[in-house]
């Protein structure tokens, strides 16, 4: 089966731009998670979703980031306008709710806002 | 909150020795604990839970660790060091019944010949 797939691996931008990233869960799961990667904070949970429904967004940095699950198959994080103090990498995991604690994750998406 | 605490940021040992690496968790309640890898480039990948069962617990890759709620520990360990466990570790908590996972900082394993 294949994993979790994130988009675009690498992604660099100018401040201001827009960046959008993109998650594909693994097929069965109900749960997806957005965290972000940086070496001064660590791993970050941003937003978690069940069944499609935003749960949690406390660890949204602030409004210029927005994140959506239209369905089951596709999540996507969006910044904008985005600033070098959002260059990090940004994972998306998937489980099974009832499965508590036993996420899979992407390969990541390197972000650099210059 | 939960949380926890990882105890240095770098471990390094030679091939074919003992790997121990620290984790802490603060709370009131056990809670559920986890350990994840993660090689270079990649994602975070499971490495064992603890989950009320055993205090034991076995992994992947020939790591355990064992649960010791007088000490609110949950170390990782594994008798002989590879050159390919080279990577970064991070404990994680989570509470009963939730999905969310909290990460501690990592500790990164460099293995020597």
């Known amino acids: 089966d294949a994993g979790v797939i994130q988009s675009p691996r690498h992604e660099v931008t100018e401040m201001g731009q827009e960046v959008t990233l993109r998650c594909k869960p693994i097929s069965g799961h109900n749960s997806l998670f957005w965290y972000r990667q940086t070496m001064m904070r660590g791993l970050e949970l941003l937003i978690y979703f069940n069944n499609n429904v935003p749960i949690d967004d406390s660890g949204m940095p602030e409004d210029r980031f927005s994140a959506k699950m239209p369905n089951a198959s596709f999540s996507t994080l969006k910044i904008q306008p985005s600033e070098p103090r959002d260059s990090a990498v940004y994972f998306c995991a998937s489980s099974r709710t009832e499965v508590t604690g036993e996420l899979f994750f992407g390969e990541g998406s390197r972000l650099t806002v210059l | 909150a939960q949380s926890v605490t990882q105890l240095g940021s770098h471990v390094s040992v030679s091939e074919g020795a003992l790997v121990l690496l620290r984790c802490n968790y603060s709370?009131?309640?056990?809670?559920?604990l986890f350990w994840y890898v993660q090689y270079p480039n990649q994602g975070l990948q499971l490495l064992l839970k603890y989950t009320s069962a055993a205090t034991l617990v076995k992994g992947i890759n020939g790591f355990e660790a064992e649960f010791k709620k007088s000490e609110t520990s949950f170390h990782l360990t594994k008798p002989s060091a590879h050159m390919s466990d080279a990577a970064e570790y991070f404990c994680a908590v989570s509470d009963v019944g939730y999905s969310t996972l909290t990460f501690g900082k990592g500790t990164m394993l460099l293995v020597s010949p």
């Open positions: 709370s009131s309640v056990p809670p559920y």
